[in-house]
């Protein structure tokens, strides 16, 4: 259990085991689509793409090691977006020129931006509608300064 102190008359629920961790991922493309949640309001659903182990720019067969790459993941500034929320982009007070991007975009956010999540070992992020910076056609070469 844990060092909480509790008022006497609150207990704690017995604390869940699990009994199977499931660690494959399904094998038919519609069941592993039925995996993603769906944005809610003004929020986006985007992938973080996967950093590729060779080092660019080394005239050697150089790979990072996979500290580096699931760090430069997860400091990604690049997402490609998945899926719009039903709210996203509706204020045309705030949006007078209409959407930012669209699903199947490659976007510019900040780092470290969004609500981090994983699905079998692969990172998703739930962004604000107003956190796009900017939309790019190949976000290869795109690094964080």
């Given amino acids: 259990m844990s060092d909480l102190i509790l008022p006497e008359r609150l207990k704690l629920k017995p604390t869940v085991e699990v009994i199977e961790q499931i660690t494959k991922p399904p094998e038919k493309d519609e069941e592993k689509a039925t995996l993603l949640p769906t944005p809610s309001g003004y929020r986006l659903l985007c992938s973080v793409p996967q950093v590729s182990k060779k080092i660019d720019g ?9 500290f580096y790459a699931k760090q430069e993941e ?5 997402l490609f977006v998945l899926k719009v929320g039903p709210d996203a982009y509706a204020d045309k007070t705030k949006f007078p020129t ?5 699903a199947g975009d490659f976007v510019l956010v900040r780092t470290y931006a969004g609500t981090r999540f994983k699905i079998y070992g692969n ?3 739930f962004i604000n509608d107003d ?12 690094t964080r300064a």
């Fill in 58 to 66: 080394t005239e050697l067969d150089l790979e990072r090691p996979d």
């Fill in 98 to 102: 209409g959407a930012w991007c669209k």
């Fill in 123 to 125: 990172e998703f992020r």
């Fill in 131 to 142: 956190q796009v910076d900017g939309v790019v056609d190949d976000p290869r070469g795109i």
């Fill in 74 to 78: 997860h400091a990604t500034t690049v």
